[in-house]
């Protein structure tokens, strides 16, 4: 029922935690099930009592579990309070819409297959070198106390710099605002150039998480269609022969939800159309170092005059340390870091030192050519699923984390993604990243979490009934 990997890079202790919350969430474990003994459990799973007793009191402290004593561990039940109740009433009927998106899909991250998450396997990432910047931070006599400056931690600063340079972004460490991830950068850039009433372009489908901003910033947000190749430019026209927008919020590389990459030629006339109709382009390059091939960016053409570059470390090193970064011309950087210690004073210095130890670790750019390769197996594999049970593949770059894709038979995938919560599985619905919310067949799959034979049987099964229901 629970598999342990030892010769992974997750402590047993996480992975012990992570899968029986999984269990309990996916309802494969019913509240009031008892759990085997300490004793059993380290047994059947070959490892140490003491393991197993901080994984049990770690669910406790976390109310997934209930201590009864001298009768063991059992999973606790709604009516007993706690945290447990809530993700169990969230997995039978979940609400699909912007809200749902941020907050409830990490309360639910730990339902037992996750191909619609946004996040990569914790083996995946670069947990060996954070450990090591980690040691390394806690015994060379490093100050831990105190606040960090206010752009971040200057040796970073300083790399990203020169890394941004190898890619023909020239900028200096003091055009380099480090934040609290690319969220935070998102943030930043809309309530320093934004106002209520302002019209914001975006990608659509786009990102959930800056739809549901700009919409709490009470902004007019204004969708640009994404196709597989880019932007639909005839239609970007269009929108500015009537409207006056402030920005443009883009993924140009590897995009959200789609993965579609846009062309040089288009980047060009972007910039061509910004200039003319005066707004700021924002640059969201967070997938960039996923990307095998080196491409040209909205920054590197304009050189940051009309572009606000955002880049983050979340997704190849690891989530948990909030680590991402802000470029822009110098009279804009300055407004960004006074809106930055406003809202909440400096940005964690622990967190930047240890990224810094981690991208400066001799096994970075190894790290990343193995991540490069292992998603690009990934969607080579997943896509030839999809096709397999009639998908329609809207890209495929055979890079990056998504792939975005239909079936003929779903006309609703917020109604299939409601029936696999109660298998354990989150999917990702499509109304989920479109503008204008509505339902609608396609979902983004993540390749990293798709390759588990059981999501595969629940599509196969789905679509089945669906053809079977059609010709009824």
């Known amino acids: 029922m629970l598999t342990l990997s030892p010769d992974i890079a997750t402590p047993l202790v996480s992975q ?13 474990l019913k509240p009031g099930t008892k759990l085997p003994s300490i004793r059993a459990f380290a047994v059947a799973h070959n490892v140490s009592v003491f393991t197993v007793v901080e994984a049990y009191d770690r669910l406790v402290a976390q109310g997934w579990l209930v201590s009864r004593a001298h009768s063991g561990f059992f999973v606790k039940r709604r009516e007993e309070g706690g945290s447990v109740g809530a993700p169990a ?12 998106y941020l907050k409830q899909i990490f309360e ?15 083996d995946w990432l670069f947990g060996d070198a954070v450990r090591r910047s980690m040691r390394q931070l806690s015994s060379d006599g490093s100050e831990l106390d105190g606040y960090g400056l206010p752009y971040g931690h200057m040796a ?3 790399i990203i710099a020169e890394s941004l340079a190898e890619h023909q972004i020239s900028a200096d460490a003091g055009q380099v605002l480090l934040t609290h991830g690319s969220s935070q950068g998102l943030d930043l850039v809309a309530r320093c150039l934004l106002k209520p009433g302002d019209t914001v372009l975006v990608d659509d489908p786009g990102y959930p998480n800056l739809l549901f901003m700009l919409r709490f910033w009470g902004v007019d947000v204004v969708g640009v ?28 590389r590897l995009q959200s939800p789609t993965c579609s990459v846009a062309s040089v030629a288009q980047l060009h006339r972007l910039l061509q159309l910004a200039e003319l109709h005066d707004f700021v382009l924002v640059e969201n390059d967070i997938y960039a170092d996923m990307d095998a091939t080196s491409r040209t960016t ?7 005059r009309r572009v606000v570059y955002v880049g983050s470390y979340s997704k190849t090193i690891s989530p948990n340390l909030r680590v991402g970064y802000l470029l822009a011309r110098p009279d804009l950087s300055a407004q960004f870091v006074q809106l930055k210690m406003i809202a909440g004073l400096t940005s964690s210095d622990i967190a930047e030192r240890i990224t810094f130890g981690a991208i400066t670790d001799g096994r970075w750019r190894k790290h990343l050519k193995s991540l490069r390769d292992r998603l690009g197996e990934a969607h080579r594999q997943v896509s030839r699923r999809l096709l397999g049970l009639g998908f329609e593949i809207f890209h495929e770059p055979e890079a990056g984390m998504y792939l975005w894709a239909r079936h003929p038979d779903i006309s609703d995938s917020a109604v299939l993604s409601q029936s696999a919560t109660q298998e354990g599985i989150m999917l990702g619905p499509g109304q989920l990243f ?6 609608t067949g396609w979902l983004r799959f993540n390749v990293a979490f798709s390759s588990d034979e059981r999501l595969w049987r629940f599509l196969d099964q789905r679509i089945l009934v669906g053809q079977s229901a059609e010709h009824a």
């Open 16 to 28: 012990i935690v992570d899968g029986l919350r999984g269990l309990i969430a996916g309802q494969v």
């Open 89 to 100: 009433r969230e997995v039978e009927t979940p609400r699909f819409d912007a809200s749902w």
């Open 108 to 122: 639910n991250r730990n339902l037992p297959l996750k191909p619609g998450c946004g996040w990569l396997p914790h």
């Open 156 to 158: 970073l600063r300083m």
């Open 225 to 252: 269609p994404r196709t597989g190749v880019g932007y639909d430019l005839a239609a970007l026209e269009a929108i500015l022969a009537t409207r006056k927008p402030k920005a443009f919020f883009t993924q140009p």
């Open 298 to 304: 909205l920054a590197s053409l304009d050189q940051l």
């Open 434 to 439: 479109l503008v204008e919310p509505r339902p």
